[in-house]
């Protein structure tokens, strides 16, 4: 019986304390170099697709630029677009917020990159309600928090709708009859409802893929459904195995109410990885790296958003602030919900520190800096290896520590690993799209318009 | 000494005219396709041209305003995103400045500006755009999102007896404003990586815009580091009084469209735009061996699909196209802009007829290994208006 097969993306390493920008090896983060490096070393490993966030602001921390992390990076799409000039085979994604674009300019410039990297680009699709983002475009902080959803699932299938209205022979190109389109080889696209009013005809052709994949990496019910239903992959956070194999089976069971069968959706969990020669090598290292992205000013800071406070006074090596939250306003950064969320968080905290014996820098370890693969390079495989077969997930969205080389050693090391147990790719099939390389079913032609 | 200018190319399609896909030397089938525009730029790349603009708009039918562009099959149709098309020429070129279309009443300036940014960041300083205002009702149909905008010219043909087109040129300022503003909101040393105190960042060196328009306010500072020009080329079309006035006070670059060399001058007065101001004069050229060709060539377009223009046409040999280039630079202009009528037809005659010739005929600015568009064009790299203000306190 052939094993499964593994899927892999590679994240850039951006804009958060987990990118360690103060490692000698650590080179700029919008040369166009820097990228370029990662995408072809992320083609060199056989990776799906290499993966963008998005910026729509800087962030900040008590009304100031906050200045501890890696801050600043290029536009998603016009980064991915180049990239596609400089790769052949790997896919291209980029996080794309549906509440800060309109979705017949967006589909046009996902419909581009696909055309122009034949094929090859995918979108995860997130939303976005909060007014902190909003204060930099048209719309403002306008979308109530419950049209989110509703919003990203209407801006979906409208997309979907225009990058199938053309005909996949849309283009007849007849210079003796001087036809250059076909008859009904555009479809028009009305969607009309509460949040839109369009009355669409597309400007770009079908590309070989049909259009783009589509990503997903919200967890609340409402995420789910949004991925049940419209999703190709799911970028999850659920990387302890059990707790993985309990989501998979979640989301997967949930696909056939819609119609769509197991392989539709792939589920590929964020993973962090330190190898070393030994284990014990490998644990020392991913010390030193949780060291580098927790320093005792970042540690501060990061309960600071929580508690919502200057707690610039307590020591990052001593045990967490005695005072209580102020939750008179919401923070900018999202951190903080409705007020009882606040204290029910802080609760939550101050149990886990006390239960653990956790000073301030070692608790924000604990949350944001815990590697998911420590160990040699044969046992960060078989880890990889055990949760495909065994169906906790359909493969991993690898993200480094170090710009531009984080993936370097991954991929020269870990990879032929997963070659020689038969569970990853040797090389790209010529012209596979994005689709193709993570084994979704094709996406349907459009034979033709009404 | 003759008058020395740029020359530069508008890249569109299957070219600038409508039956231009109709020609044995046309790839209508890949008018979308990588391997077309690749081709195209490195071609313009290795002419020496200074610039290449992309031509976009938000809807099928392109910026007509007629009622069939939507349905009519006969006209090349299916477009690429400009922005991000010039994003994914950039690596595959080494000289050419690059500056795409892009409409100022739907998009989200903010992302606009962030995309141009990135754009020069990737080219290594040769950004630009080309800014259109307003809307077709297509377009506005295609967004869902305001019903409200110009119908087209009013009878007058005058932008200033139309409200809504003065108000799309009042929003095509406030983007200008915008691109400019967010592009200075960090200053060019504000990555510090500072080891000793921790920071990445200078924050007293990274600047929150803070507008508040007549259409959009954007509050916070670009999310794109300060890329190699500091601002991206602005440039616009222009044909008459509104648009002269918008050139002037947001434009580093204005195309204009002489009737001929004689008209420059006026165009000069009208536009009063200052030093920092580059006046490109726009020709669509048809090129063949001999003037006899071209004219054959331009009756059989003609005759499929008869061409309106704005700009002076020119349909000859390479000598011809030169001669108009030498009087429009004598009249004064900074730069010609060449519309080839067929691509990728008459690019390549501009590369291998038009630009040989007009060097040897002594017209053409060298290129003098200036690394941005802007020095190129001698515009000054300006500072951040932010570093400037603190330095004045």
Redesign the interface.
């Known amino acids: 019986m052939t094993r499964r097969q593994i899927h892999l993306a590679a994240h850039f390493p951006g804009v958060n304390n987990t990118t360690v ?2 490692d000698p090896s650590a080179g700029s983060q ?3 170099s820097s990228f ?1 490096h990662f995408a072809r070393t992320a083609e060199r490993g056989f990776f799906d697709y290499l993966f963008l966030a998005e ?4 962030r900040e921390h008590r009304r ?12 998603t ?3 991915l ?2 990239l ?3 790769t052949e085979h790997i896919g291209l994604v980029g996080t794309l917020n549906t509440t ?3 979705p ?2 967006l589909a ?2 996902l419909g ?2 696909d ?4 094929g090859r680009a995918g979108w995860n699709a997130v939303t976005s309600s909060d007014a902190f983002h909003g ?4 719309r ?1 902080g306008y979308l109530d928090h419950a049209d989110r959803y509703v919003r990203a699932a209407e801006f979906a299938a409208l997309s979907k709708a225009l990058w199938s209205s ?1 005909r996949d022979d ?2 007849e ?1 007849d ?1 003796e009859t ?6 009904d ?2 479809e028009r696209v009305r ?1 009309e409802s509460r949040l ?10 079908r590309s070989p893929q049909g259009r783009p994949a589509i990503v997903q990496a919200g967890d609340s019910p409402d995420g789910r459904d949004f991925a049940t239903q419209h999703a190709d992959v799911i970028f999850s956070l659920h990387t302890a195995f059990d707790d993985a194999q309990q989501f998979y089976r979640d989301v997967k069971g949930r696909l056939a109410a819609n119609g769509r069968d197991e392989d539709s959706l792939k589920i590929l969990p964020a993973a962090t990885f330190v190898l070393g020669d030994t284990a014990d090598e490998a644990r020392e290292r991913s010390r030193e790296i949780a060291l580098a992205q927790v ?1 005792p ?2 540690a501060i800071t990061y309960l600071e958003q929580i508690w919502n406070r200057d707690l610039s006074g307590y020591d990052a090596d001593g045990p967490l602030p005695d005072v209580e939250p102020d939750t008179g306003v919401e923070t900018a950064q999202g951190f903080a919900g409705r007020h009882a969320a606040i204290r029910a968080r802080v609760g939550q905290l101050r149990e886990q520190a006390v239960a653990e014996n956790l000073s301030i820098r070692e608790l924000v370890i604990r949350l944001t800096a815990t590697h998911t693969f420590v160990g040699t390079p044969e046992h960060v495989a078989s880890e990889i290896d055990r949760y495909v077969q065994e169906r906790a997930t359909d493969g991993f969205t690898v993200v480094g520590h170090v710009t531009p080389h984080g993936l370097d050693e991954f991929t020269d090391k870990v990879v032929p690993l997963l070659q020689e147990r038969g569970s990853y790719r040797r090389s790209y099939d010529e012209g596979a799209t994005l689709h193709d390389l993570l084994g979704l079913p094709p996406v349907p032609a459009n034979a033709g318009a009404r | 000494m003759p008058d020395r200018i740029h020359l530069a190319v508008a890249l569109d399609g299957a070219g600038w005219h409508p ?1 231009a ?4 030397t ?1 790839r ?2 890949e008018l ?3 391997a077309y ?2 081709a195209l730029a490195r071609t313009a790349d290795g002419a020496g041209l200074v610039l290449a603009t992309i031509e976009d ?5 392109g910026r007509s305003f007629e009622p069939d562009a ?1 349905t009519r ?9 400009a ?3 010039a ?6 070129t080494r000289r050419i400045g690059l500056v795409p279309t892009a409409t100022t009443t ?6 606009l500006a ?2 141009l ?3 020069d ?2 080219s290594g300083g040769r950004a630009g755009v080309r800014l259109v205002a307003g809307s077709t009702a ?1 377009e506005r ?5 305001r019903t409200d905008g110009p119908a087209g010219l009013p009878a007058s043909g005058r932008v200033e007896d139309d409200p809504a087109l003065l108000a799309a040129f009042r929003e095509a300022g406030e983007v200008a404003d915008v691109i400019r503003r967010l592009a200075d909101s ?1 200053e060019d040393d504000a ?1 510090v ?1 500072d ?1 000793d105190s ?6 007293e060196r ?1 600047h929150n815009v803070e507008f508040e328009g007549e ?7 670009s ?3 300060r890329s190699p020009q500091g601002q991206p080329l602005i440039t616009a079309l222009a044909h008459q009084t509104v648009p002269y006035r918008f050139a002037a006070e947001h434009a580093d670059l204005v195309f204009v469209t002489p009737a001929d060399a004689t008209a420059v001058g006026g165009i000069l007065g009208d536009l009063d735009g200052g030093d920092d101001l580059r006046v490109f004069a726009d020709l669509l050229v048809l090129v063949e061996d001999s003037r006899a060709e071209a004219e054959a060539v331009w009756a059989r377009l003609q005759e ?1 699909a008869p061409l309106t223009t704005d700009a002076r046409v020119v349909v000859g040999t390479a000598a011809d196209v030169v001669d108009e280039i030498r009087a429009l630079a004598a009249a004064g202009v900074d730069g010609v802009r060449l519309r080839p009528a067929r691509l990728p037809a008459d690019l390549d005659a501009i590369a291998d007829r038009v630009v040989p010739a007009a060097a040897a005929a002594g017209i053409l600015l060298p290129d003098d290994g200036s690394p941005t568009l802007r020095e190129r064009l001698g515009l000054p790299r300006l500072a951040s208006r932010y570093a400037r203000q603190e330095v004045g306190a």
């Open positions: 920008w103060t919008i040369d166009f370029e910026g729509l602001r800087l100031q630029l906050h200045d501890l992390d890696v801050a600043g990076r290029p536009n799409l016009a980064i677009t180049a596609a000039a400089v800060f674009n309109e017949y300019e046009r410039q581009t990159l055309l122009l990297s034949n204060a930099n475009f048209r403002g053309w849309a283009i190109a210079a001087g036809e250059f389109l076909r008859a080889a555009i969607h839109f009013d369009v009355d669409a005809v597309f400007d770009v052709p320093r000013q970042t | 039956a896909w109709r020609e044995p046309a209508p089938t979308t396709s990588a525009w690749r708009a938000l809807s099928l039918g939507e099959r006969d006209r090349a149709r299916g477009r690429l995103d922005v991000l098309l994003s994914f020429l950039a690596p595959a739907h998009p989200e300036p903010f992302h962030t995309g940014q990135t754009l960041h990737v297509q149909r295609n967004f869902g999102r960090w990555i990586r080891l921790g920071k990445f960042l200078d924050r990274v259409f959009f306010s954007i509050t916070g500072a999310i794109v580091p499929r």
